[in-house]
């Protein structure tokens, strides 16, 4: 990372879009701090329903709000060069403009002739940052025809910021309804249908709102033992305490772990935990000597798909997942490979990894692991 994008600065930025999920009126000028980093014209942000595409949640830094409204309406996702892409890519993964087409190509789109060059623009740098059963997440960098096309660390810092926009978008999104303020305090969390936990790094249970006892009280998908928050499912719970342990650290820290960790064994209703930081300095600290909050959503389309089931729970990555998803149908090595569209190199490459990740040895020890699972989405 350059020395104009450094850790310290990425931390920051982190924080403040933390502070967000409890004051929404904040996008703004964190959007506006990653645009002074990036050397950006602007930076939007959309949280959208996945059918429909109508909008949950959308905020800028400052622009011509007349041209934005001309972008959403008149040009769409096919209309904008890399945008389907975007939606088709893996969550976190960055894609820039003239770093995947040329740019002859890209300013002879009608996109570049009658909307960005008039303003001045040149490259864009989207990521897709939330894809759920029922939401998608983008947010784009834009920059000024002056300067240089979007390079790989400014690429490398916007795919940084990425899974603390997930987290703070749908934590905010479970906030939204009862209207909470930067300054809320435990009176407003009791207001709140979700269940909410603060708790110490070590799962130590502070507060628990009316939703949380209630899911205590009747034998829901955490329970309180010893005065101690516990998931139910072994693998959950190993996840959950990476996490909370984490978001004690610092923000940056806690990275992509903490969202959507199912809570759900086969059969039960829907649960999702989401770990939110209560960092010193911010907002959010207004809860200690809460360290933690943590969140949990019961609502079906909240879950992550099954490839997000198995990355929340034991790290792995995207292709590795698709790799566990496609091993467990029980198809010949063959037929795997031909889905996956990989060697067989890569594919032992990926099993050895999945293996150390998840504890196990061999196809049949993962199959059984994985039966253990709740799985939205799969039969």
Not at 139 to 150: E, P
Not at 192 to 203: F, I
Request: hydrophobic residues 40%.
């Amino acid at each position: 990372m350059s020395s104009r994008l450094s850790a310290e600065l990425l931390s920051s930025i982190i924080g403040d879009i933390y502070d967000c999920a409890i004051n929404p009126s904040g996008w703004s000028a964190a959007l506006s701090r990653i645009t002074l980093a990036i050397d950006a014209a602007y930076t939007t942000i959309s949280l959208a329903d996945a059918v429909g595409l109508q909008g949950r949640m959308a905020a800028q830094s400052p622009w011509d709000t007349e041209q934005l409204r001309i972008l959403n309406e008149e040009y769409g996702i096919a209309g904008v060069p890399g945008l389907q892409r975007v939606m088709l890519n893996d969550v976190d993964e960055t894609w820039s403009t003239l770093s995947n087409m040329p740019e002859a190509e890209f300013q002879a789109t009608p996109f570049y002739q009658n909307w960005a060059r008039p303003q001045g623009l040149r490259d864009a740098c989207l990521v897709k940052f939330v894809h759920t059963q029922d939401r998608i997440g983008v947010m784009g960098c834009i920059t000024r025809a002056s300067r240089d096309i979007i390079g790989p660390a400014e690429q490398k810092f916007i795919g940084l910021l990425s899974p603390h926009l997930r987290r703070a978008a749908l934590i905010g999104d479970l906030l939204d309804q009862a209207r909470v303020e930067a300054s809320f305090y435990q009176s407003a969390l009791d207001q709140l249908a979700s269940p909410v936990m603060l708790t110490t790094a070590d799962g130590s249970i502070l507060y628990a709102n009316k939703a949380a006892e209630d899911m205590f009280a009747n034998d829901g998908s955490l329970a309180k033992t010893g005065g101690k928050l516990k998931a139910k499912v072994h693998a959950s719970q190993i996840a959950l305490t990476s996490a909370l342990r984490d978001a004690s650290l610092s923000d940056q820290v806690l990275g992509g772990s903490g969202i959507g960790i199912p809570l759900s064994r086969p059969g039960q209703p829907a649960a999702v935990a989401y770990v939110l930081p209560l960092s010193p300095g911010t907002a959010r600290a207004a809860f200690k000597p809460a360290t933690v909050a943590v969140f949990v959503s019961t609502s079906i389309s909240a879950s992550p798909p099954p490839d997000g089931v198995l990355i929340a729970l034991y790290d792995l990555t995207p292709a590795e997942a698709r790799v566990v998803l496609a091993v467990v149908e029980g198809q010949t090595r063959d037929a795997t490979l031909e889905k996956l569209n990989v060697s067989e190199n890569t594919l032992k490459t990926h099993l050895n990894k999945i293996y150390k990740k998840t504890g196990t040895g061999n196809v049949a020890e993962l199959i059984r692991l994985t039966s253990t699972l709740s799985m939205p989405g799969r039969a």
